[in-house]
């Protein structure tokens, strides 16, 4: 069964304080519905019209688990901490295998 992921890319950061209550509220909500975080931060090469800010990388075991953990009310109540904290790209993409 093809594993299932979440992108982000971060275009930038408004609110810090945000963007620290979320991560802390989304690691547990991701952490539950089984979640691995593989990308969080860390040096980045964009190249085209890609942007060299946070990116993060976190894989499920399916698609479908990474459409729930999204859905989930955990990662609702992490998405309303962050509020207007962000401008980023988020997009839940399916593995190959």
């Known amino acids: 069964m093809p594993k299932g992921y979440w992108v982000s890319v971060y275009r ?3 609110d810090p304080e945000k963007l620290a209550a979320y991560n ?3 690691r547990a909500a991701v952490e539950a519905q089984g979640g691995r975080v593989l990308v969080r931060g860390g040096r980045v090469v964009a190249h085209d019209a890609g942007i060299a800010e946070r990116t993060v990388l976190i894989e499920f075991d399916s698609f ?4 729930a953990a999204r859905e989930s009310a ?3 109540e992490a ?3 962050l509020s207007d ?3 980023r790209d988020f997009r839940i993409v399916e593995g190959i295998d």
């Not at 479908?64 to 459409?67: H, P, T, Y």
């Open 85 to 87: 904290g962000v401008e």
């Open 12 to 14: 930038s950061i408004a």
């Open 79 to 81: 998405l309303a901490a």
């Open 74 to 76: 955990a990662y609702q």
């Open 24 to 26: 802390e509220l989304a």
């Open 64 to 67: 479908e688990q990474a459409v």
